[in-house]
């Protein structure tokens, strides 16, 4: 039996890989190497779409697997990540000298985000760490994924309120009774989603010269690693 031709830039491929297309013979080479590129997450012999099972995380619904097109060129490309995804977080414009230090005057304040809210009244005297606590309260009683802490600067403290998940579906709002003594009312705090570039590597012409070749016996399990 005798194998389809290998086009030129295929052969040079395949040379550099160390397989001499003459040598190709079988369907079970094509079907090894897309088995292997299954196992190191290489998915490079096929395009799809991705749904997030039963059970998933949250999140998982968020997740977008992109594959390479007809169109993509081959070759190799650096992943530049220009920032990482975020938190929603608001931190108080209101400094006090420490976590335990006394919030002057009575208020309450309501935290708003996906259609649930949660309120926490402060008592005049409180420490800035117990409004932390009682936020931190209101926010699991309600069920929202928030959390409220102290966080220093080295020279002064502030109350912060985050979300638990990253990126731009994570949003909360906050607004208040009072004067706003911690600095934390605002309309909309939001996440901030992953931004960067990634392109395809190499494999990708292998896989395409592969699917090219009609081969009629199996290479040496040594050649597929």
Do not use: W
Request: proline share 4%.
């Amino acid at each position: 039996m005798s194998s389809t031709p290998a086009p030129r830039k295929c052969r040079r491929t395949l040379d550099r890989l160390g397989h001499r297309p003459d040598q190709l013979q079988s369907n079970d080479f094509c079907s090894g190497f897309r088995e292997r590129s299954d196992r190191r997450g290489q998915d490079v012999h096929r395009r799809g779409s991705f749904t997030p099972g039963s059970g998933s995380p949250a999140g998982a619904n968020d997740v977008t697997l992109v594959f390479a097109g007809d169109n993509t060129q081959p070759g190799s490309y650096a992943v530049d990540v220009s920032h990482s995804a975020s938190q929603a977080t608001d931190t108080g414009s209101a400094t006090f000298a420490s976590g335990a230090s006394p919030v002057p005057a009575a208020e309450s304040y309501t935290v708003t985000s996906s259609g649930s809210s949660a309120s926490y009244g402060i008592t005049a005297g409180e420490s800035l760490e117990q409004v932390a606590s009682g936020l931190d309260s209101a926010f699991a009683e309600a069920g929202m994924d928030l959390s409220a802490q102290v966080v220093s600067n080295g020279s002064s403290s502030s109350l912060q309120i985050t979300s638990a998940n990253y990126g731009s579906q994570n949003s909360f709002s906050v607004s208040s009774t009072g004067s706003d003594e911690l600095g934390l009312v605002g309309s909309t705090f939001v996440g901030t989603d992953v931004a960067g570039r990634s392109m395809a590597s190499r494999v990708l012409e292998t896989a395409r010269c592969l699917h090219r070749l009609r081969v009629t016996r199996p290479l040496p399990a040594s050649r597929c690693s």
